[in-house]
């Protein structure tokens, strides 16, 4: 997955779930002794088979189940494999010319219905992600990899059309190996459906139990796990959507791991006798995307944003450091580039600071005339006016919305407001039916996937991430460019001018950039949190004697 819309909370679920604890929701108890880590998930998993998925939540119960080769460490270099730890690979070896590697698969790797894991898994695996009747979201950043090869009944070699610096990642970060003695028979156009989407056969530390819709998903640890022994005998997924409910059931002792604490809650959990606050960097951004495309005739212009001097003014006239201090407090920082911090590896800044009388006259200029005693630029016929499209169950978005809209207010700029919900957001993104949309986005750890998003589609008729139609052969070029870059200093170079690019041509106004802060349970130590993906090696976090209920 490249990047995901966040999903915080996407549906209610009335009442209070029973757990799996034998007690009714409400009832502290004690990870030490009953060896069960409760952990709160903000919306319910879509789907838990890998390639389909499209929204944190279901990787976060899926990793527990389903492995990749191997895994980056907490410092997110993907350039080369010095900073990739086994996994299901017991090690690899790259080939002379560097366009193969070949990965060993553990010995001691078994499906949780008792087969070993072996290369046809992983050739298979291949074949189910890049097939387009599964249609995975994945596929595109699965591009340089030509083929997959079975050598021995352990030994999978992947062969890349060209070497560039982040093969490794690509063979193995966006993939997690699944049993083809399993899904080989199974229908790819409606894998969606099949049992297997639901309740997975997997590789890793926990095996999947049950799942109570709008409830819970109840994973048990696999006992024969081939790694170190578990901590825990169980993890539920308790679905709670309202945070601040999720945050009296955490400080009742209920809930062990809440993973997204509002701004407004962090002194409660700071001042808890059960809980800490658990911070960690985030690779989660929030930008205004803009449709560069007229909404009915997707060839012409958008009448305001096709212009990019209006693009440009309105990035100008948006106060980043207010928006992020005042709508989501502690909660974020201003944007500093397109990507999150950690993405833009130092890069300076090339944001425009605010200066909205800049921003004015940059309108003046481009023939966005205000008269005297008007509220809003026109020009010639057309009005300076747009709407923002805001998730409905997005708190700190509604308030980000409505600084933007009193900035842009103060240079002649109108912007309505329009609240929707989840569903009905990705819809008018998908369908291209909207002028602006504030969205918040999770991304991996390579810059590169942003040419999803902004990247030129080749097939203008396929379904694409670039929501906005935006299209630039620079941009193009300059990620092909690192695409293509042996080294990470090429490569780095390349992503840079990229950044550059689309800061110039402004398809988005880009805002903030999430910091996240965890409650945790004080007897609860977590080990290697990384901004990716907080749940990673939840297998390896330990409980400390005496963790009392209350």
């Not at 090690?91 to 949780?112: C, E, K, T, V, Y």
């Not at 803009?290 to 009915?296: A, T």
Request: charged letters at 20%.
């Amino acid at each position: 997955m490249s990047f995901a819309q966040r999903k915080r909370a996407t549906r209610h679920v009335a009442g209070c779930a029973v757990l799996a604890l034998g007690i009714a929701c409400g009832t502290p108890h004690d990870p030490a002794r009953d060896r069960t880590l409760v952990i709160a998930l903000a919306a319910e998993p879509v789907v838990l088979l890998p390639p389909l998925i499209a929204e944190t939540p279901g990787f976060v119960v899926a990793d527990q189940m389903l492995e990749r080769l191997a895994e980056p460490d907490s410092t997110l270099d993907i350039m080369g494999d010095r900073a990739f730890r086994p996994r299901l690979a017991e090690s690899w070896a790259w080939a002379p010319d560097s366009l193969s590697i070949a990965f060993r698969i553990d010995a001691n790797a078994r499906w949780h219905d008792g087969p070993p894991v072996t290369a046809r898994d992983v050739r298979f695996t291949f074949s189910l992600y890049t097939d387009t009747a599964v249609a995975s979201p994945a596929a595109a950043l699965l591009a340089n990899i030509d083929s997959v090869q079975v050598r021995a009944e352990r030994v999978a070699v992947f062969w890349f059309h060209q070497r560039h610096a982040q093969q490794f990642f690509d063979a193995t970060y966006h993939m997690r190996i699944l049993p083809e003695h399993v899904l080989g028979a199974a229908p790819r156009a409606s894998l969606r459906a099949s049992a297997f989407a639901r309740a997975p056969t997997g590789s890793g530390p926990f095996r999947f139990a049950r799942w109570m819709p709008g409830q819970l998903v109840e994973l048990t640890a696999d006992t024969a796990y081939r790694r170190a022994h578990l901590p825990f005998d169980r993890l539920i997924f308790t679905i709670a959507p309202e945070p601040a409910a999720a945050l009296v059931r955490a400080l009742d002792g209920e809930i062990d791991v809440l993973p997204y604490v509002r701004a407004a809650d962090i002194p409660r959990v700071e001042s808890s006798l059960t809980l800490v606050p658990l911070r960690w960097p985030s690779l989660s951004n929030g930008l205004a995307m803009l449709d560069l495309r007229d909404p009915v005739r997707r060839s012409h212009p958008h009448p305001v944003f096709g212009d990019r001097s209006v693009r440009r003014a309105l990035t100008m006239a948006v106060d980043r450091a207010r928006v992020a201090s005042s709508a989501l407090g502690e909660g974020a920082v201003p944007a500093s580039g397109p990507l999150p911090m950690a993405l833009l590896h130092a890069v300076p800044s090339e944001l425009a600071p605010f200066d909205a009388a800049a921003a004015a006259a940059l309108l003046d200029s481009a023939g966005w005339r205000l008269a005297r005693g008007a509220s809003t630029r026109h020009r010639g016929a057309i009005a300076l006016r747009f709407a923002l499209l805001v998730p409905s169950t997005a708190t700190a978005g509604q308030r980000a919305a409505v600084l933007i809209q009193d900035q842009l207010r103060r240079v002649g700029v109108q912007m309505d407001i329009e609240p929707i919900d989840n569903a009905a957001l990705a819809a008018r993104l998908s369908a291209h039916r909207f002028d602006a949309a504030l969205i918040e986005l999770d991304w991996d750890p390579s810059p590169l996937s942003a040419r999803q998003l902004w990247g030129t589609p080749a097939d203008a008729s396929a379904e694409s991430a670039n929501f906005g139609g935006y299209a630039s052969r620079e941009f193009d070029a300059a990620i092909k460019s690192a695409a293509a870059a042996i080294d990470s200093s090429a490569a780095r170079s390349a992503t840079s001018r990229a950044w550059r690019t689309l800061v110039r041509d402004a398809p988005a106004i880009w805002l903030y950039d999430l910091q996240e802060v965890a409650a945790v349970r004080r007897c609860i130590h977590p080990r290697g949190v990384r901004a990716d993906a907080w749940w990673s090696a939840l297998s390896a976090w330990t409980i400390a004697a005496g963790c009392p209920p209350d």
